[in-house]
């Protein structure tokens, strides 16, 4: 039962360009998307956050695109660093529920 | 800045022996969660905390788990009896507010079972 899911298990991009992440979901309930970067033997680290009632949010040089219509969002990074190089994972919650629904996750690879 | 910080980093038990995971959330927060990771798979919730009674649990969470805020710092997680399925990257994340409020995860604890 994978509500949230990233098709993609890995990405590799050179430095300086944009990195896109993807992320689609399942559940129609879902109103609250997160965006979180995970190190090596670290805890998953927010980055970025997005209410259903918007289709964009912007925090530097990290943006998320929701498109609720195809139940899908996005996460780009411009320009992209080899700091960036981690596990991405998107979350999602919906209004009954905090707990968050993490998909698999997307390892990036910012090459120099 | 503020971080949830989590103890031991590694914990290595036999399996039916009892581990407690050890977390200390950011201080101003009010909710707690535990989360596990195992090897390979995506982030699972467990359970969450609230005004010291559990929240919401998910089906992973049964009889073996429980949890605990023993004083003003510290949130807990018990596995009773341990089994080789337990074996998993155990996270603790905190928040301010329930909703539409960003959970901060801690390090992370590996539980291994042997």
């Known amino acids: 039962d994978q509500q949230v899911k990233q098709n993609s298990p890995s990405l590799s991009v050179q430095e300086g360009r944009i990195s896109i992440l993807n992320c689609d979901y399942t559940?129609?309930?879902?109103?609250?998307f997160l965006w979180y970067k995970k190190y090596p033997a670290e805890g998953p680290t927010f980055l970025i956050s997005?209410?259903?009632?918007?289709d964009k949010n912007e925090d530097g040089r990290f943006t998320v695109f929701l498109n609720k219509s195809a139940k899908h969002l996005s996460l780009h990074i411009v320009p992209s660093q080899p700091g960036d190089s981690a596990v991405y994972f998107c979350?999602?919650?919906?209004?009954?529920?905090?707990?968050?629904?993490f998909g698999k996750g997307t390892r990036l690879s910012v090459i120099a | 800045e503020p971080e949830v910080t989590q103890t031991p980093s590694h914990q290595v038990t036999q399996m039916g022996q009892e581990v407690i995971l050890r977390c200390v959330p950011i201080s101003n927060h009010l909710y707690f969660y535990w989360y596990r990771q195992i090897l390979g798979q995506k982030v699972e919730f467990l359970v969450s905390f609230y005004n010291n009674e559990i929240s919401e649990k998910s089906e992973i969470f049964d009889d073996q788990f429980s949890v605990e805020r023993p004083d003003g710092s510290n949130f807990t997680l018990k596995i009773r009896s341990t089994k080789l399925e337990d074996s998993a990257m155990y996270f603790c994340?905190?928040?301010?507010?329930?909703?539409?409020?960003?959970?901060?995860f801690g390090p992370g604890t590996r539980l291994t079972v042997t």
């Open positions: 994340a905190s928040s301010e507010g329930d909703r539409v409020n960003e959970q901060y």
């Open positions: 559940n129609s309930m879902f109103d609250y």
């Open positions: 979350a999602a919650s919906d209004p009954g529920n905090t707990p968050l629904v």
């Open positions: 997005i209410s259903s009632i918007k």
